[in-house]
T-cell receptor, first 118, second 114 residues
Framework: GAVVSQHPSWVICKSGTSVKIECRSL??????MFWYRQFPKQSLMLMAT?????????EQGVEKDKFLINHASLTLSTLTVTSAHPEDSSFYIC??????????????FGPGTRLLVL | DQQVKQNSPSLSVQEGRISILNCDYT??????FLWYKKYPAEGPTFLIS?????DKNEDGRFTVFLNKSAKHLSLHIVPSQPGDSAVYFC?????????????FGQGTILTVHP
């Protein structure tokens, strides 16, 4: 159980275009989803917290107009990188949170999306 | 401000021996801790977690220990297997103020030699 999928797994695009990444929880409902990015040899950096039916909460330094997040249902969140530039090239990972009885909210991660902007 | 620290960037262990991965935190509000395993170009895989009301949680070959007074947790893998070779991240959350939001350490690369 607790499987999270991401699509696409990798994408190459031209500078100035927009890219949409989907994150789905396959066998559970997630009221909260998270979006991270990871640069080479660095830790995961939280970009935003996405709650179903409400606006996403962005971390400091993350441009909300550049990284549009939509959490349309309890199993789907999307991240759109608008007007992508080479510096946006990174590994984007989503996670979906579900409650582990006796422990707390546990995040399960998708496989990630590699974005390369030329 | 690195609130979760994994001070060892890498660890090398012989197959069959114990692997001990360490993690320190500074935020006393953290009350839930998790360990994730990650392969290159993949998302992290959840391994094991522990609530601050406990000091030990065991799941098969994986045991997590929590020392609240020292703000330290560790992950023990016994016996270590070559397939355990990966990057291990510890993460912490404060369920009181930012429910579910995780703060990650920098990761430790574990290599298990046959």
């Amino acid at each position: 159980g607790a499987v999270v999928s991401q699509h696409p797994s990798w994408v190459i695009c031209k500078s100035g275009t927009s890219v949409k990444i989907e994150c789905r929880s396959l066998d559970f409902q997630a009221t909260t989803m998270f979006w991270y990015r990871q640069f080479p040899k660095q830790s995961l950096m939280l970009m935003a917290t996405s709650n179903e039916g409400s606006k996403a909460t962005y971390e400091q330094g993350v441009e909300k107009d550049k990284f549009l997040i939509n959490h349309a249902s309890l199993t789907l969140s999307t991240l759109t990188v608008t007007s992508a530039h080479p510096e946006d090239s990174s590994f984007y990972i989503c996670s979906a949170a579900t409650y582990n009885r006796g422990f707390g909210e546990t995040q399960y991660f998708g496989p990630g999306t590699r974005l390369l902007v030329l | 401000d690195q609130q979760v620290k994994q001070n060892s960037p890498s660890l090398s262990v012989q197959e069959g021996r114990i692997s001990i991965l360490n993690c320190d935190y500074t935020n006393s509000m953290f009350d839930y801790f998790l360990w994730y395993k990650k392969y290159p170009a993949e998302g992290p895989t959840f391994l094991i977690s522990i609530s601050s009301i406990k000091d030990k949680n065991e799941d098969g070959r994986f045991t997590v220990f929590l020392n609240k007074s020292a703000k330290h947790l560790s992950l023990h893998i016994v016996p270590s297997q070559p397939g355990d070779s990966a990057v291990y991240f510890c993460a912490a959350s404060d369920s009181g103020t930012s429910y579910g939001k995780l703060t990650f350490g920098q990761g430790t690369i574990l290599t298990v030699h046959p």
